[in-house]
């Protein structure tokens, strides 16, 4: 639905470009259990009470792809988002999921920040393997791992 409403939002324009949370917010294409409950109109969160941001990308040129993260998410969560079939819909539009883990990162820190260092699987790499992403999601003690979605 997040995606949809992405498209939707930006479906007059050429490219992606300024899509950010405080846009999207703004905009009103955030689903109200999506929003922060101490901060609504600047936080997206996820199921799993971590950050969800949103970004313009490039590929395919200068904006003309956006981003979808998750951050904050336990090994098992990350495992299963990795694995599904996210390119059996036709015209989805996904071009790669990159996952990762941040080290030694616990607690509030680990809702807030994505981390750093994503394998990227392009369209013709998807569903990730089982083993593939436990090894990317590899924060096991908190909810430390990321999952980003770019699409076109």
Do not use: H
């Amino acid at each position: 639905m997040l995606v949809m409403n992405i498209r939707t939002l930006y479906s007059g324009n050429i490219d992606y470009t300024g899509l950010g949370d405080t846009v999207a917010i703004n905009m009103g294409i955030i689903p109200k259990d999506m929003l922060s409950k101490s901060n609504p109109s600047s936080v997206i969160i996820n199921a799993y009470q971590g950050v969800v941001q949103l970004s313009d990308a490039n590929t395919g040129g200068y904006g003309r792809s956006f981003t979808v993260t998750y951050t904050g998410l336990t090994r098992e969560a990350c495992v299963a988002m990795a694995t599904a079939d996210w390119v059996s819909q036709a015209g989805s539009g996904l071009y790669a999921i990159r996952i990762g883990a941040q080290e030694d990162v616990a607690g509030l820190e680990a809702k807030q920040k994505p981390a750093t260092d994503l394998t990227e699987y392009l369209i013709d790499d998807l569903p990730v393997a089982l083993s593939v992403a436990a090894d990317n999601c590899s924060n096991a003690a908190d909810s430390g791992n990321t999952v980003q979605w770019e699409y076109y």
